[in-house]
């Protein structure tokens, strides 16, 4: 009887113990902004490469190098500047790693990009415009490395 109300005690102890932890972590989340710049082409294969700039809302700063590779029904050859918005974020290296993405593109002269992608708990919602042309949809690998 006493190990069957220790382990019944433990049961309950664990859920309220995270209950409060989860939303003090929560509460400490940043927000956190890139600017990036990227070029590449695509034909089957898709590839890009570029820089970006991260600033977050607790001051924390991060040069960042952006690659991108992946593949299916895609042709075209761009240079797009624009903005990406994190969210899930407690510290800036959480941004570092490889995100999976899905996109449909496309643009004549004036191309332009949206898309959102993740890594676990972190989210990425890029948008950009440049030049070049591109129709397609490909899936694939976005890659942030410090620079």
């Given at each position: ?115 959102v992608m993740t890594k676990g ?15 397609g949809v490909d899936f694939g690998k976005f ?5």
């Amino acid at each position: 009887m006493r190990k069957s109300f220790s382990a019944l005690v433990f049961a309950f102890a664990i859920p309220a113990v995270l209950a409060v932890v989860a939303p003090a972590r929560a509460a400490n989340e940043i927000s956190c902004r890139m600017t990036l710049s990227l070029a590449g082409w695509s034909a089957f294969y898709k590839t890009a490469s570029g820089t970006g700039d991260v600033r977050c809302s607790n001051g924390q700063r991060m040069r960042v190098h952006l690659s991108s590779k992946g593949g299916g029904l895609t042709f075209g050859k761009s240079e797009i500047t624009g903005v990406g918005k994190f969210s899930g974020i407690y510290d800036i290296r959480e941004i570092l790693g490889d995100y999976v993405n899905a996109e449909a593109h496309a643009g004549a002269v004036r191309s332009s990009r949206g898309t959102v992608m993740t890594k676990g708990n972190v989210s990425l919602a890029l948008s950009g415009t440049g030049t070049g042309w591109n129709l397609g949809v490909d899936f694939g690998k976005f890659t942030i490395s410090a620079d």
